[in-house]
């Protein structure tokens, strides 16, 4: 659906005031004013001090239950976490239920509506159009029902377009707040920035809470395709600083930021923008004013993590709970009544685990249809496999699953480009083991069977590369190993992810043949790098079918970012694969690979 740019500018401009205002009406206002106006009430036992809740989930990537669609089966992993909103809503209930509803809030930290199979079915299979027609998100209805306060955008909010995003926007009964995605053109805000909520103390003034909802820079570059000329996204720390001090001149006792961004101030896309990704901790640091922060985008668990800020050297309060609903952040804030106003006083944080609790039955019911309808569209039969293949291994062998998964994109490019002046390049291929647990069973293949090979909703583009900038690629792609003497004992379980590198950000090429070195540094590691059984020439020219996340930046290789583009596809690779495999029928896994590579040391192959 085309972005209408005249219903665009004019969202934009109601929203460039940049605030959404709830909160207690009546008494609690009317004494803020007589406050304010210097007419005091006079109770006999005026409040000295008060206590609110605030909790927080982030990266919920469309689980509204504990289902994994790729397996059809209640979710479970190694450690037995449980996920989804349904699960989270029972730990809100009981939170609330201890500290009061009334002095407790719900916020996210983004990344809502892309993850699951459902939320793709209401994107791309039945999408959703609006507030008042057709069908509704399942993470709308869920959100709504638990009562959301608001919710900050994730970068994974744009992979389908500002029209479905506006869609969903205008589903929520609570605002989705960035303060730093601004109109291309006017720099006003194109979403609300911030929330300002009154909480009622009887027999004193309103306490005021700020939420300001911060987004990720990098959404410039891995949706550039979506966003490039409408929105732009500024740094963190620099809109931090902007509208932290309004928040206080609007009367806020606590400012609180619901962040998508990591901790520890690193960045995937180098310098691509010149605002860091991971700037929540600088947040803190940097900008004087905040009591807490709601840390989101890493996927990791940090209950409770303090940091000083610079300036005056009051310690700020960070939380993450972990991912797809797998725990709840809970911030308890104290405050006292001194000289005439509410003054923080203490904030801590934990998290709690969705696995202790059972589903709130009324979500269940509430998504129940939308479930029931997705759990029959991927268990739909779309081929046959001759034998089983399997990820488990990929992150340290050459896997069929991989090379197949290379094998759709490089022939979708050929045919792409036959006829064409690049029809003659060779064509190379990347892909990623994001998933240890996919699999493709024997015999029958449902989609589900096959999307769980690609659970992003990246999409296909090809670029010319010369063999010297294949040869830099691999070498930055082989840092994922952690360097190994010749003599050391090898597990497998240690050898990969070093410096933290996920999974998703290791690539193997197709079309090339090459041996990895883990004896050697990081940067020294390829050898027998060949193409078509020669020594690949530096200078020759290749073609290689990218996703559109490396393609844009993501995880910082070299050359790609900036090669010549020479095709795109807006359909997501994902599709692409199970069209593939409806073509064909059949997956024969003896009538693809011959490219080879493998992890040596000091030239000797770790398996056999």
């Known amino acids: 659906m085309p972005l209408n740019r005249r219903d665009f500018i004019n969202r934009t401009a109601a929203t460039g005031a940049g605030v959404a205002i709830a909160g207690a009406a009546g008494a609690g206002s009317a004494q803020a004013a007589d406050h304010r106006h210097g007419h005091q009430p006079h109770p006999p036992h005026r409040p000295t001090t008060f206590s609110l809740r605030v909790l927080g989930t982030t990266d919920l990537h469309g689980h509204a239950l504990n289902w994994d669609y790729f397996t059809d089966a209640e ?74 306060d608001a919710a900050a955008l994730g970068n994974h909010e744009f992979n389908y377009g500002i029209p479905l995003l506006r869609a969903f926007q205008d589903q929520c009964d609570f605002p989705l707040l960035a303060a730093n995605a601004v109109d291309a053109k006017t720099l006003k805000p194109a979403f609300p920035p911030y929330l300002v909520k009154e909480l009622k103390v009887h027999g004193a003034p309103p306490v005021r ?4 909802g911060l987004t990720n820079p990098g959404i410039a570059v891995w949706d550039k395709a979506n966003v490039q000329g409408q929105l732009a996204f500024p740094g963190l720390v620099e809109q931090a600083k902007k509208y932290v001090p309004k928040l206080r001149a609007l009367g806020c006792d606590v400012v609180f930021c619901t962040d998508h961004s990591g901790l ?60 797809w609903g797998m725990r709840l952040s809970v911030f308890d804030i104290d405050l006292t009544f001194e000289h005439g106003r509410w003054q923080v006083s203490s ?30 569209y991927v268990n739909q039969i779309v081929g046959t496999c001759t034998v089983a293949m399997s990820a488990a291994e990929s992150t340290y062998k050459d896997t069929p699953i991989i090379d197949f998964l290379n094998l759709v994109q490089s022939d979708t490019v050929k045919a792409a480009l036959a006829g064409t002046a690049y029809a003659s390049l060779p064509v190379l291929s990347e892909a990623s083991p994001f998933s240890r647990t996919a699999a493709i069973p024997g015999g029958q293949v449902s989609l ?6 690609y659970v992003y909703e990246n999409t296909l583009e090809a670029k010319i590369l010369t063999g010297a900038q294949v040869k830099d690629y691999l070498e930055w792609s082989a840092a994922y190993f952690v360097q190994t003497a010749p003599d050391a004992p090898v597990d497998v379980t240690k050898i ?14 197709s079309g090339v043949s090459y041996d990895i070195d883990i004896a050697q540094p990081a940067g020294s590691r390829i050898v027998n790098l060949t193409a078509g059984g020669a020594p690949i020439d530096p200078a020759a020219q290749f073609v290689l079918a990218v996703n559109n996340y490396r393609s844009s930046g993501g995880s910082n290789y070299p050359h790609v970012a900036t090669a010549q583009q020479v095709w795109s596809s807006s359909d997501e690779i994902r599709n692409t694969i199970i069209a593939w495999v ?23 192959p770790l398996f056999s």
């Open 264 to 323: 520890d101030g690193t960045t995937s896309y180098g310098d691509a923008v010149p605002y860091p990704e991971n700037a929540s901790s600088l947040v803190a640091a940097q900008v004087p004013g905040i009591d807490a922060i709601l840390v989101g985008h890493t996927h990791v668990e940090r209950p409770q993590t303090l940091v000083v800020n610079e300036q005056t050297g009051k310690t700020v309060v960070l939380s993450e709970p972990l991912y």
């Open 75 to 148: 979710y479970d992993d190694a450690t037995h976490n449980d996920v989804g909103l349904a699960k989270i809503a029972t730990l809100v209930e009981q939170a609330r239920a201890e500290k009061g509803h009334d002095r407790t809030l719900l916020i996210d930290a983004g990344d809502i509506i892309q993850g699951t199979q459902l939320s793709y079915y209401y994107a791309r299979v039945e999408p959703i159009t609006g507030a008042r027609r057709g069908p509704q998100h399942p993470m709308a209805l869920a959100m709504n029902h638990m009562k959301y």
């Open 582 to 604: 409806q073509a064909h029928g059949t997956i024969d896994p003896s009538t693809f690979g011959g490219d080879e590579w493998r992890l040596t040391r000091a030239g000797v």
């Open 209 to 212: 809470i700020g939420i300001l």
């Open 448 to 453: 589900r069977d096959v999307a769980g090979l």
């Open 347 to 376: 904030v801590t944080a934990e998290v709690r685990n969705a696995n202790t609790v059972a589903e709130d039955p009324q979500i269940a019911r509430l998504v129940r249809d939308e479930h029931q309808k997705v759990v029959a």
């Open 496 to 509: 990969t992810n070093a410096n933290n590198t996920p999974d998703f950000s290791y690539d193997v090429l």
